[in-house]
């Protein structure tokens, strides 16, 4: 039985060495890790004003959810990892924010102009629009001998068939390609173009080329965009607070785990130990699940933290209480774990209801906070009751007449 237990301790310690080890790397790697926030990143916090038209028309909430479509199909474009995208509906707003983008004022050019693609004829008049795009992709064209950047197009059946019709009427003339009002060029039309391909020259530089062809791809927006709130956080800053913040965990964990080893002795080094096992837990179902780590995340993931320790503390000062009425170690830390458990699921259980409420009516940092804090919650449950009670149980089980002292009672002589 002692043997057995020693076995089943060592390999449990052994085992969690290797995966906290194996664990930093993927958990921590700035690409590939979990991902950060706008506040610890740095990016853009964006919001767009949606504007009624010359007509006076009023916006629906259709409006709405078509701009919020294309502005989403011109983030992915744009790259962005774990973009945060809300519409307000009654105040015809869209709230935007893009972490870690190396270029927020290109970003916010990008998602605000409208980018309504027509082609018109030498008077002006519009011939099609860019509704009949079926894709556009930047490339560089060498073919004239020099170093062009254009942006290659190609249409839709119906698109192809009447851009046909277009090319084969204005043969020898111009046809004048405009984004919004502006006009981008306007190419003299040497042959019909009858295989629904073109190409959009004019740009400064692959990257320009490349910001066109993603507004092209997702179409115009249905309503015109103003910009009424634009936060920019720079790298260094979200840096900075990830150095402190992540300073401020270390320091609660020294204090914890100094606190638990005083005041518990060996108990409170199980606890430290399962504090570990907690901490590697929450990470990796926060990498898993996707979650983008904020500040109020880590606040969320510190205050887990606590509560961790202090379904221990429950726990642990039941055990002292069984051991002062003179049960052996082993019926003490059974009674100490099943006499607390009721107490401990309930206090955690009410807390998950709070936190799922700000989960279900906060704002995106404020859910950050409470999918951390949540997750904490659960893992912690596991944790303390049932890893922290098994090793409990094998350290008894090695040896069950060691000093009650090294649980934090006092000996009697």
């Known amino acids: 039985m002692k043997r057995g ?41 964006l919001v767009l004003q949606a504007e009624p038209g010359k007509d006076g028309t009023a916006i629906t909430n259709d409006d709405m959810d078509k701009a919020r479509a294309v502005i989403e199909e011109r983030v992915n474009g744009l790259g962005v990892s774990e973009p945060y995208i809300q519409t307000n509906y009654d105040k015809k707003r869209i709230i935007i924010e893009l ?13 605000q102009t409208t980018a309504k693609l027509t082609f018109r004829d030498p008077d002006g008049n519009v011939l099609m629009d860019g509704s009949m795009l079926k894709n556009a992709q930047a490339a560089v064209d060498t073919s004239r001998g020099r170093t062009d950047y254009v942006v290659q ?30 006009k981008i060029q306007d ?33 115009a927006l249905p309503v015109s965009m103003s910009i009424v709130e634009k936060n920019q956080v720079g790298a260094l800053l979200g840096a900075d607070s990830l150095n402190k913040s992540l300073n401020a965990c270390v320091i609660a964990l020294i204090y914890i785990f100094l606190f638990m080893l005083v ?44 509560m961790a320790v202090d379904l221990n503390i429950i726990v642990y000062e039941r055990i002292k209480e069984e051991l002062k009425l003179g049960k052996s170690l082993r019926a003490a830390v059974d009674a100490g774990f099943s006499r607390a458990f009721i107490t401990v699921f309930d206090s955690n259980i009410t807390t998950i209801f709070a936190a799922l409420a700000l989960f279900l009516l906060g ?40 000093s009650k002292w090294l649980f934090g009672v006092k000996e009697v002589k």
């Not at 972490?99 to 998602?111: F, H, I, S």
Request: no cysteine; aromatic share 10%.
């Open 5 to 45: 237990n020693t076995l089943k301790l060592a390999v449990t310690v052994i085992l969690v060495a290797v995966v906290v080890f194996f664990s930093i790397q993927p958990l921590t790697n700035s690409e590939t890790g979990i991902p950060l926030g706008l506040d610890l990143r740095g990016g853009v916090h």
């Open 263 to 306: 005041l518990y002795r060996l108990p409170g080094l199980v606890a430290d130990f399962s504090l570990v096992v907690f901490s590697v837990i929450v990470l990796w179902v926060l990498y898993g699940i996707g979650t983008v780590l904020t500040l109020p995340g880590i606040a969320g993931f510190v205050l887990s933290i606590g």
């Open 99 to 111: 972490a870690g983008v190396a270029d927020p004022d290109e970003a916010v050019k990008v998602l």
């Open 187 to 219: 190419p003299e039309v040497s042959v019909p173009i009858v295989d629904g391909q073109g190409q959009i020259q004019g740009y400064s530089s692959l990257e320009e080329a490349a910001q066109y062809a993603v507004m092209f791809r997702s179409g």
């Open 153 to 182: 197009i190609s249409f839709t059946s119906e698109g192809t068939s009447k851009f046909a019709d277009i090319t084969t009427k204005y043969l020898g003339q111009k046809i004048g390609i405009y984004m919004d009002e502006q």
């Open 363 to 402: 704002s995106a940092s404020i859910k950050g906070f409470a999918i951390t804090l949540i997750v904490g919650i659960v893992a912690s449950l596991f944790t303390a009751i049932t890893f922290t009670r098994w090793v409990m149980r094998w350290i008894v089980g090695i040896n069950p007449r060691m």
